[in-house]
């Protein structure tokens, strides 16, 4: 039986609804100090929390970058 963590790592990154910090980075090829300083800002509109983790949203995410020439 494949555990759900297995699972998760599977599945490709451009199908995933959030990610971890470390795939936002890889997937943006934006550092994950930088992503996590963006996480911080007040209203940010990709940020999720669980508990004390903060994931990021996917898509609300790559509307961000979209709409940005410089972060």
């Given at each position: 039986m494949v555990n759900q963590?297995?699972?998760a790592m599977s599945l490709p990154i451009d199908r995933k609804?959030?990610?971890?910090?470390?795939?936002a980075a890889e997937y943006s090829n934006i550092g994950i100090n930088k992503i996590d300083?963006?996480?911080k800002q007040p209203n940010c509109p990709f940020v999720l929390?669980?508990?004390t983790k903060k994931l990021?949203?996917?898509?609300?995410?790559?509307?961000?970058?979209k709409s940005r020439i410089a972060i």
């Amino acid at each position: 039986m494949v555990n759900q963590k297995q699972q998760a790592m599977s599945l490709p990154i451009d199908r995933k609804m959030l990610l971890s910090i470390r795939e936002a980075a890889e997937y943006s090829n934006i550092g994950i100090n930088k992503i996590d300083e963006m996480l911080k800002q007040p209203n940010c509109p990709f940020v999720l929390y669980v508990g004390t983790k903060k994931l990021v949203k996917r898509k609300a995410f790559e509307e961000f970058l979209k709409s940005r020439i410089a972060i």
